[in-house]
């Protein structure tokens, strides 16, 4: 009986197009509909997606948090429907809806081992909701989440790739914690296929998020930020992978002390001495394996080596292949030569090696800036700098055209002229007091 008004409640409310009344009905049914999880197919079918897109929404969303399905292709199938043919008016006006199914979803789909199936509905989602490419929306967590766990890269690397310019707001709020996971996960994903400066900056994201209190997000983020600023900026000066200066004062105070032995890896690795940062990586093994990071330290150590040999080419034009290995810690000549043939490929020095005495022999590098791929280069990075500062001419415009800014722009002025006239009737009332006088 229940069931059949929340039917009729739902059609009613979805023809007079009364969508605030509605929303506050569905919220209020929860319980009706997770108590009644076997009935919830009738009560589906019952529904038109097309025409009471929320009330379906609803409807899937109690029998995900039911948990116990047996048939994932005829609800995968129906969520696909319902993306599809859902009403746009109903939709944006009640957005938190689709985005709590989204979120249930990906969470039951990575839980059964099946988030491979769940990456193009969600992307399909993301399409509904966003009003452009640039606004992030709580649902891209989700997308980053089951891309990552199905190691599937290819449907999100477009979208990380995306400049983010606003955040979509799932009715009157935005959780921080998807914005924290989405730039985790995007970090991640971004080690996954060794874009180490993609990773950095995304984990940087995570970490400097203006905050009131930390996250385990963040400590999880700080973390891997350390190891991989090492691998992308470890033949640079130490202060290169420190945190931005803006980042919030809690960050520093509360999750430095809790990771003190990654503290200890950037330290070990300023030393230049692979015996101290092996010995630190002893230490700490257990616990790197235990947070999931055993292998990012393994590169920080090799990456320490790969920096001291880039040392040696700024300090002698000819070495052997035993000196080299002797001055970077390396057990034989053979890995210092592997190393030094790595280093060659990924373009990181220029030098040749003897085969014959087992010699090496560092060049300057023989880039002239005058071909055309340089040209390309250039090109590109000119067009992108240009793309920036129409973004941030755009932004800075609609800020200054806001309510909130011009609101607030109107309420310093009146301080101002307050303060102003305060002082100018302080000035009065002096010039007509009587000057002390002074008697000898």
Same mark, same amino acid.
């Given at each position: 009986?229940?069931?059949?008004?929340?039917?009729?409640?739902?059609?009613?409310?979805?023809?007079?197009?009364?969508?605030?009344?509605?929303?506050?009905?569905?919220?209020?049914? @929860?319980?009706?509909?997770? +108590?009644?999880?076997?009935?919830?197919?009738?009560?589906?079918?019952?529904?038109?997606? @097309?025409?009471?897109?929320?009330?379906?929404?609803?409807?899937?969303?109690?029998?995900?948090?039911?948990?116990?399905?047996?048939?994932?292709?005829?609800?995968?199938?129906?969520?696909?429907?319902?993306?599809?043919?859902?009403?746009?008016?109903?939709?944006?006006?009640?957005?938190?809806?689709?985005?709590?199914?989204?979120?249930?979803?990906?969470?039951?789909?990575? %839980?059964?081992?099946?988030?491979?199936?769940?990456?193009?509905?969600?992307?399909?989602?993301?399409?509904?909701?966003?009003?452009?490419?640039?606004?992030?929306?709580?649902?891209?967590?989700?997308?980053?989440?089951?891309?990552?766990?199905?190691?599937?890269?290819? !449907?999100?690397? !477009?979208?990380?790739?995306?400049?983010?310019?606003?955040?979509?707001?799932?009715?009157?709020?935005?959780?921080?914690?998807?914005?924290?996971?989405?730039?985790?996960? +995007?970090?991640?994903?971004?080690?996954?296929?060794?874009?180490?400066?993609?990773?950095?900056?995304?984990?940087?994201?995570?970490?400097?998020?203006?905050?009131?209190?930390?996250?385990?997000?963040?400590?999880?983020?700080?973390? %891997?930020?350390?190891?991989?600023?090492?691998?992308?900026?470890?033949?640079?000066?130490?202060? @290169?992978?420190?945190?931005?200066?803006?980042?919030? !004062?809690?960050?520093?105070?509360?999750?430095?002390?809790?990771?003190?032995?990654?503290?200890?890896?950037?330290?070990?690795?300023?030393?230049?001495?692979?015996?101290?940062?092996?010995?630190?990586?002893?230490?700490?093994?257990?616990?790197?394996?235990?947070?999931?990071?055993?292998?990012?330290?393994?590169?920080?150590?090799?990456?320490?080596?790969?920096?001291?040999?880039?040392?040696?080419?700024?300090?002698?034009?000819?070495?052997?292949?035993?000196?080299?290995?002797?001055?970077? +810690?390396?057990?034989? !000549?053979?890995?210092?030569?592997?190393?030094?043939?790595?280093?060659?490929?990924?373009?990181?020095?220029?030098?040749?090696?003897?085969?014959?005495?087992?010699?090496?022999?560092?060049?300057?590098?023989?880039?002239?800036?005058?071909?055309?791929?340089?040209?390309?280069?250039?090109?590109?990075?000119?067009?992108?700098?240009?793309?920036?500062? %129409?973004?941030?001419?755009?932004?800075?415009?609609?800020?200054?055209?806001?309510?909130?800014?011009?609101?607030?722009?109107?309420?310093?002025?009146?301080?101002?002229?307050?303060?102003?006239?305060?002082?100018?009737?302080?000035?009065?009332? +002096?010039?007509?007091?009587?000057?002390?006088?002074?008697?000898?």
């Amino acid at each position: 009986m229940a069931l059949d008004q929340f039917v009729t409640t739902v059609k009613t409310l979805s023809n007079q197009r009364s969508l605030t009344e509605l929303c506050e009905y569905l919220n209020k049914q @929860s319980a009706v509909l997770s +108590g009644n999880l076997v009935e919830l197919e009738t009560v589906y079918e019952s529904l038109d997606p @097309s025409q009471h897109s929320l009330g379906c929404l609803a409807v899937l969303a109690a029998r995900l948090q039911g948990g116990n399905v047996e048939n994932w292709d005829l609800l995968l199938a129906r969520i696909d429907t319902l993306i599809a043919e859902s009403n746009e008016e109903q939709i944006r006006f009640s957005s938190h809806i689709l985005a709590e199914l989204c979120h249930l979803l990906s969470s039951e789909l990575v %839980k059964h081992d099946l988030p491979i199936r769940g990456i193009a509905l969600v992307t399909r989602a993301i399409n509904k909701l966003q009003p452009n490419p640039c606004i992030l929306t709580s649902v891209h967590s989700d997308l980053a989440k089951l891309c990552l766990k199905a190691k599937c890269f290819g !449907p999100i690397l !477009p979208i990380l790739d995306q400049d983010i310019t606003e955040i979509h707001k799932d009715g009157d709020q935005f959780e921080a914690m998807y914005l924290l996971l989405y730039f985790y996960y +995007g970090g991640c994903i971004y080690l996954a296929i060794k874009d180490y400066e993609k990773a950095l900056y995304y984990l940087e994201v995570g970490v400097t998020c203006p905050t009131a209190a930390v996250s385990h997000i963040m400590l999880e983020a700080y973390k %891997k930020y350390q190891l991989v600023a090492l691998i992308v900026h470890g033949d640079k000066p130490k202060d @290169s992978v420190s945190l931005p200066k803006f980042t919030s !004062p809690i960050v520093n105070k509360f999750l430095k002390p809790l990771c003190s032995a990654y503290t200890e890896i950037v330290n070990a690795f300023y030393l230049n001495s692979a015996h101290e940062l092996r010995n630190v990586f002893t230490k700490y093994r257990e616990l790197f394996e235990t947070d999931g990071n055993l292998g990012l330290v393994n590169q920080v150590v090799q990456e320490q080596t790969r920096t001291n040999i880039k040392r040696l080419t700024k300090t002698f034009v000819t070495l052997s292949l035993a000196d080299v290995a002797s001055r970077v +810690g390396l057990e034989t !000549p053979s890995q210092a030569e592997r190393e030094i043939v790595e280093m060659i490929k990924a373009g990181s020095i220029h030098a040749t090696i003897s085969q014959q005495d087992g010699m090496v022999r560092f060049h300057l590098n023989p880039e002239s800036y005058q071909s055309p791929d340089m040209l390309r280069l250039v090109e590109e990075s000119v067009t992108r700098a240009i793309n920036l500062d %129409k973004q941030v001419e755009k932004l800075t415009e609609d800020v200054m055209k806001s309510n909130q800014y011009i609101k607030k722009l109107a309420g310093a002025k009146e301080e101002e002229d307050d303060r102003m006239l305060s002082s100018n009737s302080a000035v009065s009332s +002096g010039s007509t007091a009587k000057l002390p006088g002074y008697s000898m």
